[in-house]
């Protein structure tokens, strides 16, 4: 079942600009991960936010998370073309669940 | 660096063959998963295993087995390959953090079925 939803399905930027994905979801987490996929790759794990917490920073990235929304956001700054690639968040639910579910992905371009 | 390797990038089979995906990891990880991707419906979680010898079912597990007789091995059996199951099929695997934590990727197989 698919529990986080990615909006936008596509994106397209110019160098240099923000990028911000947005994912919903829709149980109790334990935490939320987000993912980057290069065409025809596999998944690299980008960040993970824990439920009891609201912000967190990794270099260029930035997510957020709002468990009374059920949502979360990435947001890239400065983007390059090599950011070029899919997003995916994934969810792990509360109660010891060991999968993770994941939404169907942002598609980001970013032109050079 | 984990590693996370599966044995082919691209396999093409025909229908009614049987076809064994493999994945081995170097980290000593207890889980390990296999995924199929497809446009449109993201990632699904076919089968999961948490030790040797060890599975339980994903979302999809119809038309699908798996085999862990060694900790580093997770295989995805196809016992009779359908064009249905033409996918890229991703394994992944994760070490014991109660379920918590990050899955580390493979390069994934893209299967075609003729």
């Known amino acids: 079942s698919q529990q986080g939803e990615e909006d936008p399905q596509a994106l397209s930027i110019q160098e240099g600009e923000n990028a911000t994905m947005n994912c919903s979801y829709k149980?109790?987490?334990?935490?939320l991960q987000w993912y980057r996929q290069n065409s025809g790759r596999g998944l690299v794990h980008l960040i993970l936010?824990?439920?009891?917490?609201r912000e967190k920073h990794s270099g260029r990235l930035r997510v957020t998370l709002d468990t009374s929304k059920k949502s979360s956001s990435l947001l890239i700054t400065a983007s390059r073309a090599a950011d070029t690639a899919s997003y995916f968040c994934?969810?792990?639910?509360?109660?010891?669940?060991?999968?993770?579910?994941f939404g169907k992905g942002t598609k980001l371009t970013v032109n050079p | 660096d984990v590693k996370v390797t599966q044995s082919s990038r691209y396999l093409v089979k025909r229908t009614g063959e049987k076809v064994f995906l493999e994945c081995v990891q170097d980290?000593?990880?207890?889980?390990m998963f296999w995924y199929r991707q497809d446009p449109g419906l993201g990632l699904r979680l076919i089968y999961f295993?948490?030790?040797?010898?060890?599975?339980e079912k994903g979302d999809i597990p119809e038309g699908y087995s798996v085999s862990r007789e060694k900790k580093e091995r997770f295989s995805l059996i196809l016992e009779s390959a359908s064009t249905n199951q033409t996918s890229m099929y991703l394994c992944?695997?994760?070490?014991?953090?109660?379920?918590?934590?990050?899955?580390?990727f493979g390069p994934g197989t893209r299967l075609l079925v003729l």
């Open positions: 936010i824990r439920s009891n917490e």
């Open positions: 980290m000593d990880h207890e889980n």
């Open positions: 994934a969810t792990v639910a509360t109660g010891g669940s060991e999968k993770l579910v």
């Open positions: 295993s948490y030790d040797v010898k060890m599975k």
């Open positions: 149980t109790s987490i334990n935490n």
């Open positions: 992944a695997s994760r070490g014991r953090t109660g379920g918590y934590g990050t899955q580390y």
